[in-house]
């Protein structure tokens, strides 16, 4: 009797310690200030894995100007840190970014998983960025939302397919528009790295020998080399088409923020349509 007591007793206190904690969760999900996020873009045919999404948040990576006395060499990997968010618009952007709690604002708390330098574009300026994770980077789906994102991403494979199978046309569009047909014999019947090599050692020769004039030389050069330039130019037109056509798009994800700053996602968004 004592035996049954006691297991009765253990299993009692079990199933009240867990409903206890999953109301405590339920409660501050409940309670949490509700801010939406944007993800980085995604391949919509890729990202989504039977009934959870692994999500890459724009918050995800933060610039060094947003520490507040603080420098991102300092940081380590695993350190904690407070993303204070404002809402601009419909979604919210961070503003600054804490070592320590802040005492009041709207803040996800995260840990750094790494820094890295990148190099702007525009100009040639050094950035230095981390990286966090704030434990909202997986969203687990009903049953009915995954069957009907399921079906979705059906859709984006069926015109993937599409565009494959119209992808040889395509090429020979672009090919034709940017290299004119002397142009493409030239790149069907000879060796570009077997060109260069003439144009940039024998050819040379020539010019000292006088078999050729040096104007002539020049013709040959921008001829065959020209070629093979403009080959590379449709071959990027054709690449930037194919992205173009097959453009990843911004998942919102919706995310209940309590007040010491952990994140509990609840909703997301796909072009319009809500998924829990």
Request: charged residues 30%; hydrophobic residues 35%; positive net charge.
């Amino acid at each position: 009797m004592k035996t049954k007591l006691w297991l009765s007793l253990a299993i009692a206190a079990q199933l009240s310690y867990l409903g206890s904690t999953i109301g405590y969760h339920h409660l501050r999900l409940k309670t949490g200030t509700r801010v939406l996020l944007k993800t980085e873009p995604v391949d919509p045919s890729s990202v989504f894995r039977g009934r959870y999404v692994t999500l890459n948040y724009e918050i995800s990576t933060l610039p060094q100007n947003l520490l507040v006395r603080q420098k991102a060499a300092n940081l380590k990997e695993e350190d904690v840190v407070y993303v204070v968010l404002t809402q601009d618009g419909p979604y919210w952007k961070p503003v600054s970014v804490h070592t320590r709690r802040p005492s009041a604002g709207t803040f996800l708390r995260g840990k750094v998983t790494g820094r890295w330098n990148s190099v702007r574009e525009v100009d040639e300026q050094i950035r230095v960025q981390i990286r966090v994770r704030y434990g909202i980077e997986t969203f687990f789906l009903s049953e009915a939302a995954a069957d009907r994102l399921e079906h979705k991403q059906e859709e984006f494979r069926e015109r993937g397919r599409e565009m494959q199978r119209k992808q040889p046309s395509v090429r020979d569009q672009v090919l034709s528009r940017l290299m004119s047909d002397e142009d493409q014999r030239i790149k069907a019947k000879f060796n570009e790295s077997a060109v260069s090599e003439f144009l940039d050692q024998e050819l040379p020769r020539w010019e000292q020998s006088g078999w050729v004039s040096s104007d002539v030389g020049a013709q040959i050069k921008a001829k065959y080399r020209g070629a093979f330039e403009r080959y590379e130019q449709a071959e990027k037109a054709f690449e930037a088409a194919q992205t173009q056509s097959r453009p990843e798009i911004p998942l919102t994800v919706e995310v209940s923020v309590a007040k010491d700053g952990t994140g509990y996602p609840t909703k997301l968004f796909w072009e319009g349509q809500e998924y829990r």
